[in-house]
């Protein structure tokens, strides 16, 4: 039976683990704790149905939590100090026939990352929030573990240890003092409670206002029990004495909160984390559906960040080009300065259109913009100002920009090279007309891949070069109709493009964290309390 049960435990403790790694919203962050720790509850049960029973001491800083767990075995074993807040971890007090126990890898996990055992006459414990220290000694029937503060703490990893233990308890001892129960940091150990049910499956609870203040009346003390019984009225309610500093609390206030403790119904236990499992199930599912939503839209906000900016930009070209373009650019010369020019030119050369280093820059740039504005709105999706999204991978990134430049030179000079043999071999044209031609149409062709229609003047000035030099209107149309082209650029903004949308790929998977779609995730975790129910 054992061996069927544990991998289901193990199963239930991965699937709420990926969820915990999912940014849920604080409030089903805690029911998936919950439903943790009650999946931790019973791993451990099945594997040592025989354990005692773990009562826990919860409270705010300073209301004498340590002072009861010390008064229990009447030993200094946890720190008491008149500076408050010394108990940072779980210390344990265990009897010592649960000391193999204590080294079963399912007990308190994974709440905690290991648990130190210390020699039974250790003293003056503070644990730390990574690690339970235990001891072990007499043989009570019970676990006693003195827990971090809840309600005055600095560091909010301690309130949240304390909090996710509380479905692995059987009794739940709740310290007061006159101060710290209008403080309502009792309300997280209230919620976390009511959300494990059936009632049966629930920590017996009891709240123990402690009488600090000498000062105190008894009227006004009478008073604020009153308030207590009111806030709490189905648990068992104490009061402890004031004690002056260094006083233990006697063993007739003490006994009543630790008398006849037991572990709870097993058959209770499961019923409880089948309807805590569904809960958060139903939940995620709803989620999951929200998030799939708004994380499309960030895909296609994604996209139209690459399309708008993944385009071809006079910034891209070669310096050996532009030298070229501005040689040849008939609306900077006149028509005489540009015959001379032309007849000093040897035959053309194709040179590099692009050059890869801006548009290794300009790639870059537009991923780390894309990065930007995923991190915006996912903090705010998330509501987690802390999440981060990797960096896109400059050096991938770089040799395939580099690869998109050298593609789109060599379709560049395939296009020209093309274009001035047709021309060549159908209009018969002979030097050096052949090379004023041939000049000015492989700068232009080239040119208007990123400037297509480079305008009317421009279109003019050719067409009357053209003329000048004696060229048909047959030979206009023909060189007008190739230059006319925006092939090459097309090919290199979409190219472009694919290699950006690579590149933020990782970054889109990193907006959906948890290691697998929420949807899915829910329906397991569906699946999967139902079956536990079953059994």
Known sequence: MQSKTRP????????????LAAYLPPELERRAEICLGLVGVGAFRSRRPGAPPLIGIVGSASCGKSTLFNSIPGAPIAAVTPIPHQTTGPIILAPKSFAESLEDPAFLRPLVERIDREAGDAANLTGSPEKAVALCRDDRPFILIDLPDIGTVESDEEKQLAVRILPWLDRVILMLTEESFAQAAHEAVQETLQEIHPDRARAEQYVVLNRRHAATSDAEFAARLETVRGLWPNASLSTLPHLADGESFAAADI?????????????????????????VAEQVSTLADARRTELRRLELAA?????????????????????????????????????????????????????????????????????????????????DASFDIPAPDEAALRKAVEAV?????????????????????????KSPLWTVTTGVAAALFLGDLVL??????????????????????????????????????????????????????????????GGGDLQELAKQLTQWAREKSRR
Not at 8 to 19: A, C, M, N, P, T
Not at 258 to 263: D, H, N, R, T, V
Not at 414 to 427: H, I, K, M, Y
Not at 473 to 494: C, G, L, N, P, Y
């Open 8 to 19: 289901k435990y193990d199963e239930g403790v991965s699937l709420l683990s990926r969820l």
């Open 405 to 429: 430049v050298a593609k789109t030179n060599e379709r560049a000079r395939r296009d020209v090279e093309a274009l001035l043999a047709g021309l060549r071999e159908d209009r018969k044209l």
């Open 452 to 513: 297509p229609g480079v305008g009317s003047a421009t279109s003019a000035a050719l067409l009357g070069l053209l003329s000048a030099l004696g060229l048909s209107k047959s030979v206009h149309a023909e060189i007008m109709q190739r230059v006319r082209t925006s092939r090459v650029r097309e090919a290199f903004e979409d190219d472009l493009r694919q290699v950006v949308r690579r590149a933020c790929e990782p970054l889109l998977q990193a907006a959906s964290p």
């Open 303 to 383: 996209d139209d960040e690459i399309r708008r900016e993944a385009r071809f930009r006079n910034a891209f070209f070669s310096s050996e080009f532009r030298k070229r373009l501005d040689s040849f650019s008939p609306w900077r010369a006149s028509l005489g300065k540009m015959r001379s020019l032309f007849g000093n030119q040897p035959e053309v050369s194709i040179d590099a259109l692009l050059a890869a280093e801006p548009v290794v820059r300009h790639a870059t740039e537009i991923a780390t913009q894309v990065r930007s504005m995923l991190h915006r709105r996912l903090a705010r999706l998330y509501d």
């Open 255 to 279: 006994d009543p909160l630790i008398a006849e403790a037991s572990g709870r119904n097993q058959r209770m236990l499961a019923e409880a984390l089948g309807n805590v499992a569904r809960e």
